[in-house]
């Protein structure tokens, strides 16, 4: 199976993605235990499980397309997600310090490169209130491209750090059919080596979140004590066009603080609309005194 050789090419971290943003679950009402219980949203859809697996020792022993509909899978074992492969007895640990685990060539790796191939079919009921579909993989090491119902999604690369899919064109309501190849080694390898041990695979939570056709894309939020008062400032960023806003901050006891409309600021770019709340006497965490502030962003 010949796939481009994105991992190999410096100039090419990710195909397909959405823009790094703020981590955040949404949901369609206002619930405070979404924090540490984000399977609660009713726009959140974990993926995790058992998922169909095989390993190659190289890429290029890979010669089928096993991401098409209909492939034949019934060589495949099984290996639950998130994991690492080598903790379920393919391929082998590795652990070095300051040495490459490979012959440095950069940005090239060994054509012994070996991967992974994934499988798994969930099921898909599309919303009407929320029919944008986003597919997020917090973790994959090294690199890994997707397809979904035998369509090319993209692909991604930096181990450590989510990469989310708009998916909304390529999901069908009722049975979906996910694949997924991961590859020990790409270049970026050669940037994230480091004093650990090489494991590899989907080691971080797969899933889907729902989102209404406009809505908040990302946020930025700083704040700056000035003598008795502190300034909330958060900018916005809306996917295609704003929607109507409530920012609403309240204090640890639940008492609104204050609660403002996002206005927009033609000249900064990243982040166009922007709001203000201000604290009067505000209340400092510290590490004796570790009181937090709740900020709701409220959108139709």
Request: glycine share 4%; net charge negative.
């Amino acid at each position: 199976m010949m796939i481009p050789h994105y991992y190999e090419d410096p100039h090419t971290l990710h195909v397909g993605t959405m823009p790094n943003r703020a981590y955040y679950i949404p949901a369609s009402r206002r619930s405070d235990a979404l924090v540490e219980h984000r399977e609660i949203s009713d726009r959140f859809q974990l993926l995790n499980g058992s998922w169909k697996f095989r390993h190659y020792a190289s890429i290029y022993d890979l010669q089928d397309a096993f991401y098409e509909i209909g492939y034949d899978a019934s060589a495949f074992d099984s290996i639950p997600v998130p994991s690492v492969w080598q903790n379920h007895g393919y391929d082998h640990h590795q652990y070095t310090n300051i040495r490459y685990p490979f012959p440095a060539d950069p940005p090239y790796v060994p054509k012994e490169n070996p991967c992974g191939a994934y499988l798994y079919d969930f099921t898909y009921q599309k919303d009407a209130a929320a029919p944008r579909a986003f597919l997020n993989f917090e973790g994959v090491a090294s690199c890994f491209y997707v397809w979904l119902n035998g369509q090319f999604v993209g692909y991604s690369q930096v181990a450590h750090s989510t990469s989310e899919f708009d998916v909304t064109k390529f999901l069908q309501d009722g049975t979906n059919h996910l694949a997924v190849l991961v590859l020990k080694w790409c270049d970026g390898s050669y940037m994230e080596d480091q004093d650990m041990f090489r494991m590899n695979g989907i080691f971080r939570d797969v899933y889907l979140l729902r989102r209404p056709e406009q809505c908040i894309e990302d946020y930025f939020i700083t704040t700056d004590i000035h003598g008795s008062t502190a300034e909330v400032a958060v900018r916005l960023r809306y996917y295609d066009s704003a929607v109507a806003t409530r920012i609403t901050l309240y204090d640890a006891a639940g008492t609104i603080v204050g609660s403002v409309t996002p206005v927009e600021a033609p000249d900064d770019a990243a982040f166009p609309y922007h709001a203000e709340i201000t604290i009067v006497d505000p209340t400092l965490w510290n590490a004796e005194q570790p009181y937090l502030y709740t900020l709701v962003l409220d959108t139709p």
